[in-house]
C-alpha cells in the first residue's frame, strides 16, 4: 500500500508536518510505504482555466504539480495538511487543490479511483469549532475530486512542535488514523 501526503505549510518543519508525519508512521507500521511533498517547497501554479483538461483528463500545465497527479494516481491513500491562513487553507494549498481539477468531469464527478484520506489541520486560534464551516467546505471539495476524508486531525494552538507532541491524545489519534488507512 502507497500513502502519499501533500502539505500545505510553507513551515517544513512546523507543526502541520510533524502532525502528517505522525499519521504516516501510523500507516508504516501496518507496512505501507509512504511519501510526503511540502507544495511550499514546489513550484505549482494556480489552475488556468483554459478547460483542455475538460476533454483529456490531463492539466496542460508544465510545472511541479505535473509529476503529482502520478503520485495520486498511483497512490492507495493519501494525507493532507494545511494549517489555517486567514480562515482557509493556505494559498499553496489551494493552488494544489485548484489543480485537481483535471482530475474531475464535467458533472464534477471524481475521474479517479476513491481514495480514503486522512486530513489534518492546524490553527492558531484554539476554539475548535471557529472553523467549522471551512473545514467542512474543503473536505467537501476534496471528496468531489475522490480523496475521501476518512478522519480529520486537528491542532488548536500548538505553540511549537514539542508542546504538540506533549499532547499523547491527538499524537495517538494522528497515528491511529494512519493505521486505520491501511486496515
Ligand atoms: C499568514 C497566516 C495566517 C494565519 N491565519 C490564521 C487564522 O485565520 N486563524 C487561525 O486560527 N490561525 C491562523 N494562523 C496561524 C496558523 O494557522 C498556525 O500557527 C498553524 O499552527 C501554523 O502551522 P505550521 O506550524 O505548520 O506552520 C495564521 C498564520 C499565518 C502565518
Request: negative net charge; aromatic residues 8%; glycine residues 8%.
Amino acid at each position: 500500500m502507497k500513502v502519499v501526503a501533500f502539505i500545505g505549510s510553507p513551515r517544513t518543519e512546523g507543526t502541520t508536518d510533524a502532525l502528517v508525519r505522525q499519521v504516516l508512521n501510523g500507516a508504516e507500521d501496518k507496512g505501507a510505504d509512504t511519501a510526503i511533498f511540502h507544495i511550499g517547497l514546489l513550484n505549482i501554479n494556480g489552475c488556468h482555466a483554459c478547460m483542455k483538461c475538460r476533454k483529456t483528463g490531463i492539466c496542460v500545465q508544465d510545472d511541479d504539480m505535473k509529476p503529482l497527479f502520478d503520485e495520486i494516481r498511483n497512490s492507495d491513500c493519501i494525507v493532507l495538511g494545511t494549517p489555517i491562513y486567514f480562515y482557509y487553507m493556505t494559498a499553496q494549498m489551494k493552488a494544489f487543490t485548484d489543480r485537481l481539477f483535471s482530475l474531475i468531469g464535467d458533472n464534477y464527478e471524481s475521474r479517479i479511483a476513491e481514495k480514503k484520506t486522512v486530513f489534518v489541520v492546524t490553527q492558531g486560534a484554539d476554539d475548535p469549532g471557529l472553523f467549522k464551516s471551512q473545514i467542512d467546505s474543503m473536505i467537501s471539495a476534496w471528496g468531489m475530486v475522490g480523496l475521501n476524508v476518512m478522519e480529520t486531525i486537528h491542532a488548536c494552538a500548538p505553540s511549537d512542535i514539542e508542546q504538540l507532541e506533549e499532547d499523547e491524545e491527538l499524537m495517538e489519534k494522528a497515528f491511529t488514523a494512519g493505521q486505520n488507512l491501511i486496515d
